[in-house]
């Protein structure tokens, strides 16, 4: 492997702390930006008993590094088809001191028989594209419109992909656009995985969802759980205090 460059690029480049157990992740000042659905999926999934999880399109690894902080003997593996990105994720990872736990897989999540076995792992995790093509509004940035618009994989590929992937019983985590709820609903059954799992996010108490958290199992039986609702906010500008907590700014 080439020697990965620990510092900066002041050009290009920030160093943020990410507070929790210390890491601090390198972001593009212009590009793909980590935020707060990044951090709701990472502590979504129930880890306990996960010996292997992974990351489909991680990006610059955040997912991938609180996963590890949450479960120190958890072993993650990332894909992503940017080549800055999964750059980017190798010298956060290494920063990090994470080589040890975290693997980057530079393929196209649309074909996962190409870099991994079926069967792999008890957990896949995803914080895909909100948008449909020809939806919202196209950064002119790459590594935004791809992270934001289904450009290079679609919600149907992912789903694809976890079942492929997923031991049986294991669960596919991802976090979406409420409205998209039904839509993924079809995509689970037709692709072998049933519903376990919602958590809806809410800006404010009293606005409308946003988001939702979801979780599909590969086979077996048993009935859906509708998780309490996650509020952002408590009020305007001031972070609710699960919120705080997930951010590492309160104990």
């Not at 992503?80 to 975290?102: D, G, T, V």
Request: hydrophobic share 40%; aromatic share 8%; proline share 6%.
């Amino acid at each position: 492997m080439d020697k990965v460059n620990m510092m900066p690029d002041d050009q290009e480049e920030s160093l943020d702390d990410l507070v929790l157990g210390g890491m601090k992740l390198f972001q593009s000042r212009e590009g793909y930006r980590f935020s707060l659905d990044a951090i709701l999926l990472a502590h979504f999934p129930v880890l306990d008993g996960i010996k292997q999880a992974v990351d489909l399109g991680t990006g610059n690894g955040v997912i991938a590094l609180l996963l590890a902080y949450r479960a120190p003997s958890l072993r993650v593996t990332g894909i992503e088809i940017q080549e800055k990105m999964i750059k980017r994720a190798r010298k956060n990872i290494a920063f990090n001191h994470l080589e040890e736990r975290i693997d980057l897989i530079q393929a196209d999540i649309k074909n996962p028989k190409e870099y991994l076995p079926p069967q792999g792992a008890e957990l896949v995790v995803s914080n895909p594209p909100f948008w449909k093509k020809g939806e919202g509004k196209l950064s002119l940035n790459p590594e935004k419109a791809i992270a934001r618009h289904e450009l290079e994989v679609e919600l149907a590929d992912l789903v694809r992909a976890a079942a492929y992937i997923l031991l049986p019983r294991g669960c596919f985590c991802l976090i979406q656009r409420a409205e998209r709820i039904q839509e993924i609903a079809r995509l689970f059954s037709a692709n072998g995985l049933v519903l376990r799992r919602i958590r809806p996010v809410y800006p404010l108490p009293e606005r409308e969802a946003r988001m939702i958290l979801l979780e599909g199992q590969k086979g077996g039986a048993g009935g859906l759980t509708i998780l309490p609702p996650l509020f952002v906010y408590e009020s305007p500008g001031v972070y609710s205090a699960e919120l705080q907590k997930l951010y590492g700014f309160s104990k």
